[in-house]
């Protein structure tokens, strides 16, 4: 009865006998040794290290011991530290005949510690994570903020958040970072993009990169997919990241891969509200708001800046007759060739219909001609391809309407400047192109 209950709270129970010679052994597996394997067995068998005192010392001590580390070998040929705590059998006149101890695997039980440990050290990184995130307002700062959290947590060198969802193994490049933190080290993130396809989907990679520095790389997980993936190093030839770093990049990535992919859900809901859905130009409103802040600036650096206006001819009657398709089609085409026309800076936007507005900075009337010319001889042509028409029966008109610095002109009094310009084109000469020129002159 005193082994059952012993055994609640110890890895082993044993008795001993004059000649240090085991004669009970509990549980029935004891350091991987069967108990059998023990039973009338000297103790030197299960001693690995005696500190200078022999199996009998510890096993058929003379006076009680408590708390006696000793080291015992395993069955695996592993040895493990046992805190023993030994009493001596004797008898009724004082003779020694034998001892009863019990001992405790601390190997086992410093190891549950280490995990526990480990785990209230994730917990608290992840609730400083958090409390770093709703110090945010934004998603887009939060996800900031959590990647910090996560490189001070980590003792990392730099950490950077990487966009996968959508984005191929070809076409991977800088542009991929969502967020980046620390020591901005080129060559690494590149090798972490260059890894993405070898993460495994459960936990994180550890790698090193070519100039030494550790690698830790981990999916971010939602319901199904993984919109980003973590990266975090350190210094060239520092410590590598150990289990408990991944474990705890392993938890972060699901918090972290639900942020982004929040993120991503309202880059498009703006990109919807300020993009036309068919072309993916700027809509009116939102082409009307760039145009203004570009005006501001060039304000400042007493440069022009100069609008187009350009409406497609004929485009009604062609949808009529030949179908929507065939109509969103030639705004495609339209679009296309406009990108390029133009340069990557410059604005293009669909103010409705078959109406299309551009702005240049830094452009004046003269050099924007020049497009307007190729636009006026290069659309009839792509759109009687397309559309299986006569070259010419679908022409662009364009109104160029530029304003200098000094003049108190925003950007809705140039598009209404060009408006008027076009009502006159259309009239009197379809498929040209025109300055528009201030009231005052």
């Not at 069955?75 to 005949?97: D, F, R, Y």
Request: aromatic share 4%; with cysteine.
């Amino acid at each position: 009865r005193w082994a059952e209950l012993l055994l609640h709270t110890a890895d082993m129970v044993f008795e001993t006998d004059a000649s240090a010679r085991f004669t009970f052994v509990a549980p029935e597996v004891v350091l991987g040794w069967p108990k059998t394997a023990l039973i009338h067995q000297p103790a030197d068998k299960l001693l690995a290290a005696t500190d200078g005192n022999a199996a009998g010392d510890i096993f058929f001590p003379p006076a009680e011991l408590r708390r006696r580390r000793v080291w015992l070998k395993c069955a695996n040929s592993s040895v493990a530290c046992v805190l023993i705590h030994v009493a001596p059998l004797k008898t009724a006149n004082g003779e020694l005949v034998g001892a009863r101890g019990f001992g405790i695997n601390l190997v086992e039980d410093e190891a549950a510690s280490a995990r526990m440990a480990a785990e209230l050290r994730r917990n608290d990184v992840l609730e400083y994570i958090l409390a770093s995130v709703r110090e945010r307002i934004s998603l887009s700062h939060m996800l900031q903020a959590a990647v910090e959290a996560l490189a001070k947590a980590l003792d990392a060198e730099g950490a950077a958040m990487i966009a996968t969802h959508g984005v191929s193994r070809t076409a991977r490049s800088q542009a991929g970072l969502r967020h980046l933190v620390g020591t901005r080290a080129e060559p690494v993130v590149k090798e972490g993009l260059g890894l993405l396809d070898s993460i495994p989907n459960t936990a994180p990679l550890a790698a090193v990169a070519k100039d030494g520095r550790p690698l830790l790389l981990a999916l971010c997980p939602t319901g199904g997919a993984a919109p980003a993936a973590l990266l975090a190093w350190r210094a060239p030839y520092a410590a590598p990241f150990d289990a408990d770093d991944q474990a705890l990049l392993f938890a972060t990535g699901p918090i972290l891969g639900m942020l982004e992919e929040l993120d991503a859900a309202r880059r498009k809901i703006n990109r919807q509200a300020r993009n036309d859905s068919l072309t993916g130009v700027f809509n009116r409103d939102a082409f009307l708001e760039e145009v203004g802040r570009r005006i501001e600036r060039l304000e400042r650096e007493r440069l022009p800046g100069t609008m187009l206006l350009m409406d497609i001819d004929h485009f009604r009657t062609l949808v009529a007759r030949r179908g929507e398709t065939v109509g969103n089609d030639v705004l495609h085409a339209v679009v296309a060739l406009l990108r390029a026309v133009f340069r990557p800076t410059d604005l293009l936007a669909r103010l409705e219909g078959d109406v299309f507005a551009a702005w240049l900075d830094g452009a004046d009337e003269l050099a924007v001609a020049e497009r307007a010319e190729t636009l006026r001889r290069q659309i009839p042509q792509v759109l009687a391809e397309l559309c299986d028409t006569e070259n010419g029966e679908i022409t662009l008109s364009t109104t160029i309407a530029t304003r200098w610095p000094g003049v108190c002109e925003d950007g809705a009094a140039l598009l209404s400047r060009a408006e008027s310009t076009m009502a006159e084109l259309k009239r009197t000469a379809r498929g040209q192109w025109r300055v528009s020129r201030p009231a005052k002159d």
